[in-house]
């Protein structure tokens, strides 16, 4: 427990921080996109160690591999419509449940195991830190009260359909040009905006749609089988 | 030797890992030409159906970032012409041009790692830094094709109760499909709780589990690692030097030809290579047997 | 010494009213296979998770239960998981990973074992159930009977004491089903590993024990060989439902109780017969008279899943008049179940085509169809299920209470309609789906394989179900495996191979008619009488010949 929280602190304040200094120090000709890769990856080791410290119980590692393997299967099956995706809904919804941890996890396995079927490329990481912090940020959400009414979820569903533009543009941006410039960014903006507002639209219509009789699923299973309860 | 899918896991990612990292660093014409070479070389060694289809929308997308370029940056010296009072440069258009290059180098790069690295060699390395992890994403790898499977069942079974999503009003069809989502998932998780028991009832959650693996590492893996590091080095030290540094900006810097560049080109052309040269190798090697049998 | 000891058990589930298990007190002996059996919900599934400390489920809990002289409680953690074998009744829900190799060595990893242990021990295990020729497939790939040999091969690997299996055949075919169970005998013979199997399906099994236990109502109500077990049982209760359940040779012998010895296989059966009775055949009386009204009929259909495939059906024809019941029979992949999707108009033929009650299937538009037309019972119930309760599976589809009140009533699950889907037995999900599917009110039925994993009784209860339907006019068409279902129940019965139907006959034709593919009954008796198909028949000539011997 001790350890686990001083390895993901040191990362958060040290060894982050670290790779962002010596990458502005030594490469001043900027390769960001280098750098960015390294701290996104750095930045999801955290979660990973303390879910692997906790041991966790198989029927929690059993019902985050279904809720991501879910939303890889949407994934598949909306192939046809570009950035029309329900991931983000299905990784939200699982940390509106099951708490920040899982959401990270369902949001960072999807990634990755979507990107074992459809093919790893540099976007890998970025599309894994930013679903995982997604999913984190649902979690926290998930315990207040807010999440409960339709305005909440319209609001996260925009907001995480802005935000996941927003990383996965900057990283175009930085891996066409090496190094970062707001004028190339705003450029890159504009042209990704459509895809923005289908990234959002999708998240709203798929939170809409699925919170309510998947959540209950949820609540079901936890409660049935005693799933991530304090005491278990 | 073994051909490059027999290589251990560790050896495969330790090179696509150098030689993506270098691709995507180095802006020297003669580098950047060596890789994008070795790209397409090895591309149509071992995926060359994907790899020409890819090409279709490839490279006009990387012609059009090309000369999107010069359109944004208007530094350098050699001006070409004026398009709304903006200066249109040389260099800026040279540099547009590299860095599509770069950028196909690393996607071809990227085509070839996807295809030796299989889903089970990913898991063992990902097993290596989190074994919780791993294991996680290998179920969800299992789950992924049930479920479609079970989406096929579900819409045959919703069909003939007429809930169709592929019939009906807009509303008709996001309702059906909706509820087929929702029954998937009912099944999915409670249907979890059993595979949930049989890890149980096979001990998982016992202090000190192991990993293991049909991987071995052997000979062929100790002397291609050991060659992959030592033109790695020649790599970084050159880096350090700055003897492979090449500037566009404000002007192109001359490319200079003596024994150390020399040595930084050829040391990375073998890197490059190297998975082509063991490739050739495998072709001779079963011709040969293939002789004398 | 005993391997396991248990006495004095009770348990009551949290929420329970009464203990499911009651004055349990039991002793298994090392190397024994032992067979528990029992009705639905009689509490053998129960007892078995209380052998397996990992899966034994929360409640009350009192007496107690040793493993090799040591309480289970008291086994360190490495023991219990390793030393005692649990397999389940679904062969896909076990599997863990995604290949075959990874599987085998998945209890190995969590045991903490090093690499060259493994793979000796995956090594020995893949070769003793010849798993080699599948070692690096994907376990998606795999048939329903090689997942379920993988599952058995995944816990051998960790060197079981014991090894219990619950109902592990009952989602097989009964030819993967037949190997299944060679395979644990191979284990119990060969190395002397003690057996503890819940099975259905007796008439395999029976023989192959070394002791039968019969559970009813939470108790232990019959103890001992084979032979024992069941004659204890007839001195219960001669009206017990777990009889019916019972091999064939052995419901005979009770019917009649010639002698002391009771015939466990067929091969013991057919000598018991010659013994006691003498030939007698008969000429089997010509089909009844038809009705003439078709319902359903088939010409000339042919279908392949890709323009390059092979066809899966090739030249299929037949007719089905109202108020027919066909079975359809057949080994696996030979196209049956792809038959059903093509009537029901889930997928279309590239020849021939599909009359449903004179009308082409083409004419209709999916919403009549499905509507009063044709409705298909799936194999999977829970891809019907989709609501909290069972009463919204209901209300949700129609607003006709007094339908669904006579469809309640006709499945008799009045007491289920607060239940939540997922809380219900196999059996009762079942009749849950086929409410849902009957709301439709169709005139012509499609199951598909609906006795599958069911025990006698609750077949039973489905034949009931189906014969007041057929009253009421409905046809019905069904795809099996179970010879017995389909010789007790049907009107017609036919066999399916390579994509056609080579042959459709009345039940009585048709399985005397057969060799191999014919019930137990059949085979036990066909060298006295050459009509007989099923036990209650074969009971019915027998006393008859008593009669005629007493006057």
């Given at each position: 427990m001790k350890t686990r929280k001083i390895i993901s602190l040191l990362l958060l304040f040290v060894a982050i921080p670290a790779v962002l200094l010596i990458g502005i120090v030594l490469f001043n000709d900027g390769k960001y996109q280098i750098i960015s890769m390294i701290v996104v990856i750095l930045a999801c080791?955290?979660?990973?160690?303390?879910?692997?410290?906790?041991?966790?119980?198989?029927?929690?590692?059993?019902?985050?591999?279904v809720m991501s393997a879910i939303s890889v299967a949407g994934r598949a099956a909306f192939a046809w419509v570009p950035a029309f995706k329900p991931v983000t809904a299905f990784t939200a919804i699982t940390g509106f449940k099951l708490g920040p941890e899982a959401g990270f996890l369902t949001g960072a396995v999807s990634a990755i195991a979507s990107n074992i079927l459809f093919g790893q490329g540099p976007w890998t990481p970025f599309q894994m830190f930013t679903w995982g912090i997604l999913g984190y940020i649902a979690g926290l959400l998930g315990k207040t009260k807010w999440m409960d009414t339709k305005i909440g979820l319209i609001l996260y569903g925009?907001?995480?359909?802005?935000?996941?533009?927003?990383?996965?543009?900057?990283?175009?941006?930085?891996?066409?040009?090496?190094?970062?410039?707001?004028?190339?960014?705003?450029?890159?903006?504009?042209?990704?905006?459509?895809?923005?507002?289908t990234y959002a639209l999708s998240n709203v219509v798929f939170l809409l749609l699925l919170t309510k009789p998947i959540g209950d699923k949820l609540e079901r299973i936890k409660k049935k089988y005693g799933i991530m309860q304090p005491n278990s | 030797m073994k051909s490059l899918h027999q290589y251990h896991p560790i050896v495969i990612f330790f090179y696509f890992f150098v030689v993506i990292g270098l691709t995507m660093f180095y802006m020297h014409p003669v580098l950047l030409g060596i890789s994008f070479l070795g790209a397409v070389?090895?591309?149509?060694?071992?995926?060359?159906?994907?790899?020409?289809?890819?090409?279709?929308w490839l490279l006009p997308f990387m012609f059009i970032a090309a000369i999107i370029n010069p359109l944004i940056t208007h530094n350098g010296e050699i001006i070409l012409l004026y398009v709304n009072y903006q200066p249109i440069t040389l260099e800026a258009i040279v540099y547009g041009f590299s860095m599509s290059v770069m950028l196909l180098s690393v996607v071809f790069w990227f085509g070839s790692f996807n295809e030796i690295m299989t889903s089970d060699k990913f898991l063992y390395l990902f097993g290596r830094i989190s074994p919780a992890v791993a294991l996680l994403i290998s179920l969800t790898m299992r789950l992924i094709p049930l479920f479609f499977l079970q989406i096929k069942k579900i819409t045959n079974a919703q069909r003939t109760i007429g809930m169709d999503p592929t019939t009906g009003s807009l509303w008709h069809r996001i309702k059906s499909a909706a509820t087929i989502i929702s029954i998937l998932i009912s099944w999915a998780l409670e249907n979890a709780i059993e595979t949930a028991d049989s890890m149980k009832a096979r001990g998982y959650g016992l202090k000190n589990r192991s990993t293991f693996s049909l991987f071995k590492f052997d000979r062929a893996d100790g002397i291609v690692t050991t060659v992959i590091t030592c033109l790695f080095f020649v790599a970084l030290i050159s880096s350090y030097f700055g003897w492979n540094y090449f500037a566009y900006y404000p002007t192109f810097s001359t490319i200079e030809l003596n024994m150390t560049t020399w040595i930084v080109f050829i040391s990375y052309f073998a890197l490059i290579m190297l998975p082509i040269v063991i490739e050739l190798l495998e072709v001779l090697k079963w011709r040969s047997l293939k002789l004398n049998n | 010494m005993a391997i396991i000891e248990i006495e004095q058990l009770e348990f009551t589930y949290p929420e329970g009213l009464k203990p499911i298990l009651q004055e349990i007190d039991l002793q298994i002996e090392k190397g024994e296979f032992v067979v528990l059996c029992g009705t639905s919900g009689c509490g053998k599934s129960t007892l078995l998770k209380h052998l397996k400390r990992e899966l034994t489920p929360h409640g009350q809990k009192s007496g107690s239960i040793r493993f090799n002289g040591i309480e289970l409680e008291q086994l360190s953690q490495r023991e219990a998981a390793s030393e005692i074998g649990f397999v389940l009744q679904n062969p896909e829900n076990q599997i863990v990973t995604d290949k075959v190799w990874h599987e085998l060595s998945f209890g190995l990893e969590n045991l903490?074992?090093?690499?060259?242990?493994?793979?000796?021990?995956?090594?020995?295990?893949a070769s003793f159930f010849g798993i080699q020729n599948w070692f690096r497939k994907n376990t998606t790939d795999l048939s329903g009977g090689q997942k379920q040999l993988l599952n058995?091969?995944?816990?051998?690997?960790?060197?079981?004491?014991?090894?219990?299996?619950?109902?592990?055949?009952?989602?097989?075919?009964?030819?993967?089903?037949?190997e299944f169970i060679a395979t644990l005998s191979k284990l119990n013979k060969e190395l002397g590993l003690t057996i503890i199997l819940v099975e259905h399906r007796l008439e395999e099994v029976y023989p192959l024990a070394d002791r039968v236990i019969i559970m009813d109502n939470g108790k232990i109500i019959s103890n001992g060989t084979p032979v024992e077990a069941a004659v204890n049982l007839r001195q219960l209760d001669a009206e017990h439902p777990m009889l019916l359940g019972l091999p064939t040779p052995i419901r005979v012998h009770h019917y009649f109780k010639l002698d002391q010895q009771v015939p466990l296989t067929i091969r013991d059966g057919s000598q018991w017969l010659s013994h006691h009775f003498k030939e007698d055949s008969k000429a089997i009386l010509p089909t009844v008279a038809s009705t003439n009204e078709v319902v359903l009929s088939v010409k000339d259909l042919w279908f392949r899943y890709n323009?390059?495939?092979?066809?899966?059906?090739?030249?299929?024809e037949f007719e089905l008049e109202?108020?027919?019941?066909?079975?359809?029979?057949?080994?696996?992949?030979?196209?049956?179940?792809?038959?059903?999707?093509?009537?029901s108009g889930l997928m279309t033929p590239h020849r021939g085509k599909v009359t449903v009650f004179g009308k082409t299937l083409k004419n209709y538009k999916n919403s009549d169809l499905y509507n009063g037309v044709i409705a298909?019972?799936?194999?999977?119930?829970?891809?019907?299920?989709?609501?909290?309760?069972?009463?919204?599976?209901?209300?949700?589809?129609?607003?006709?209470?007094?339908?669904?009140?006579?469809?309640?009533?006709?499945?008799?699950?009045?007491?289920?309609?607060?239940?939540?889907?997922?809380?219900?037995?196999?059996?009762e999900q079942q009749k849950v789906a086929l409410g849902k599917v009957l709301l439709k009110q169709p005139r012509l039925l499609i199951l598909d394989e609906p006795t599958k994993g069911l025990d006698a009784q609750s077949k039973q209860i489905l034949a009931s179900i189906l014969t007041q339907l057929r009253e009421k006019g409905t046809t019905i068409l069904m795809v099996t495996h179970d010879v017995e279902f389909s010789a007790e129940h049907a009107s017609k019965c036919a066999m399916f191979f390579d994509g056609q139907i080579v042959s459709i006959d009345s039940p009585r034709e048709f399985y005397c008619g057969n060799h191999f593919y014919t019930t137990a009954a059949n085979r036990m008796c066909r060298h006295l009488f050459n009509d007989v198909i099923t036990t209650n028949q074969l009971i019915e000539r027998c006393a008859v010949q008593k009669r005629e011997v007493v006057i």
């Open positions: 080791i955290p979660f990973f160690l303390s879910f692997e410290k906790r041991r966790p119980d198989a029927r929690e590692i059993l019902v985050i591999a925009i907001f995480a359909g802005v935000l996941f533009s927003f990383i996965m543009d900057i990283w175009t941006v930085m891996s066409y040009d090496g190094a970062f410039s707001w004028a190339r960014y705003i450029a890159a903006a504009g042209t990704a905006l459509p895809f923005t507002i | 070389l090895l591309s149509l060694f071992i995926q060359r159906k994907k790899f020409l289809s890819s090409l279709k | 903490g074992l090093d690499t060259m242990s493994i793979r000796r021990r995956v090594a020995e295990m058995l091969a995944s816990i051998m690997v960790m060197q079981p004491k014991v090894l219990i299996l619950d109902e592990p055949t009952s989602q097989l075919d009964p030819i993967a089903a037949s323009k390059t495939d092979e066809d899966v059906v090739r030249g299929l109202k108020g027919d019941f066909l079975t359809i029979l057949g080994g696996n992949g030979t196209g049956k179940s792809t038959t059903l999707q093509l009537i298909m019972l799936p194999q999977d119930p829970t891809t019907l299920l989709v609501e909290k309760t069972v009463q919204l599976e209901f209300s949700t589809l129609t607003s006709d209470q007094t339908l669904i009140d006579s469809i309640v009533h006709l499945l008799q699950i009045e007491h289920l309609l607060a239940q939540h889907p997922y809380d219900l037995s196999g059996g």
